[in-house]
């Protein structure tokens, strides 16, 4: 059974800087491709980050620049380091394995439960 456990998230002021991390089991986690996504209220799930099992990342646009993914496999853990925080990054922050599905198109395998990332001015 896949488990993907987020923590870190918080409450922060804008400018300043959180770290999440994801604990995962129940998958080869040196093999998978994990991502990050988030869901502000109101607002549709997006990604917000990905990295390949190689090591390859891909970030959105309104990221780029101030969030960081990064895997350590021996830990079974990714992270998302966020800088720069602004009050439009506040949403629930879900760690998830993905997959390629064809040549631009990923799929979910699992997402963990989610946690609260609220950004203040």
């Known amino acids: 059974q896949v488990q993907l456990v987020e923590s870190g998230g918080g409450l922060v002021q804008a400018g300043g800087s959180l770290r999440l991390s994801c604990a995962a089991s129940?998958?080869?986690?040196?093999?998978?491709?994990m991502a990050w996504y988030r869901q502000a209220p109101g607002k549709q799930r997006e990604l917000v980050a990905r990295i390949s099992s190689g090591g390859t990342t891909n970030y959105a646009d309104s990221v780029k620049g101030r969030f960081t993914i990064s895997r350590d496999n021996a830990k079974n853990t990714v992270y998302l380091q966020m800088n720069s925080l602004k009050p439009e990054d506040t949403a629930v922050y879900y760690c998830?394995?993905?997959?390629?599905?064809?040549?631009?198109?990923w799929g979910v395998g699992s997402w963990g439960q989610g946690t609260q990332v609220t950004v203040s001015l």
């Open positions: 998830a394995s993905v997959r390629l599905l064809s040549n631009t198109r």
């Open positions: 129940g998958i080869i986690f040196s093999v998978s491709a």
